[in-house]
């Protein structure tokens, strides 16, 4: 998951927005209650939207 945030934060839009959905599928199996889902989820939100 680290690596796919860093692709995010470098170029959020770089093919096709891949990672962001890689991401997305990562959190869907881990479950919303996941440590890592959450400290995840975070991070993307705030390269989406800073």
């Known amino acids: 998951m680290a690596q796919l945030l860093e692709s995010i934060r470098r170029d959020r839009d770089h093919n096709d927005a891949a990672a962001k959905t890689q991401l997305l599928e990562f959190f869907e199996a ?4 996941d440590p ?3 400290r995840a989820r975070r991070k993307l939100s705030s390269y989406l939207f800073s």
Request: hydrophobic share 70%; charged share 0%.
């Open 30 to 33: 881990l479950g919303v209650g």
């Open 36 to 38: 890592m889902v959450i």
